[in-house]
């Protein structure tokens, strides 16, 4: 049951709204049948990738929502050197952070790419199987007018 007029708000959690804004996306693209099973399976792929690459989609949303606000996630950390030895850094720096989308982006274009290339390619082949077909018929046509 509802109250209208409620004064009561909720926090939302940062990079939680990111989050959903990604399965929303992916879902609108896909278009699955089973979307509870499909989340589910989104999230165990984006937990793996975030184990392999140390980077966390939700903290780069949150510090993407903290700069438009105020321009404080995206400056500098301290270099590596810095660092007490023997401890590993939790967090990438914004450079790797970058790198890693630049070239997750590249990877995207050239498969994309690659993809229409062989699409194109496919397509040539049926068109040319149909040219056959269609050349065999007009000659099977021509010779049995002639007998």
Not at 7 to 17: A, D, L, V
Not at 114 to 127: C, E, N, S, T, V
Request: hydrophobic share 30%.
């Amino acid at each position: 049951m509802s109250i209208p007029f409620s004064s009561t708000h909720y926090r939302i959690p940062q990079g939680f709204g990111n989050l959903l804004e990604g399965l929303t996306r992916e879902i609108l693209r896909e278009q699955p049948d089973n979307i509870p099973a499909f989340a589910a399976a989104y999230f165990e792929n984006l937990l793996e990738k975030r184990e392999k690459t140390n980077f966390d989609p939700a903290e780069w949303g949150t510090k993407v929502d903290d700069r438009f606000y105020n321009n404080h996630a995206f400056k500098e950390q301290e270099p590596l050197e810095k660092c007490e030895p023997g401890k590993e850094k939790s967090q990438t720096s914004m450079k790797e952070v970058t790198a890693l989308n630049e070239s997750s982006e590249e990877d995207k274009d050239m498969e994309e790419n690659a993809a229409l290339k062989i699409q194109a390619a496919f397509r040539g082949h049926l068109a040319r199987e149909e040219v056959k077909k269609m050349k065999s018929s007009d000659l099977q046509e021509k010779t049995e007018e002639n007998e």
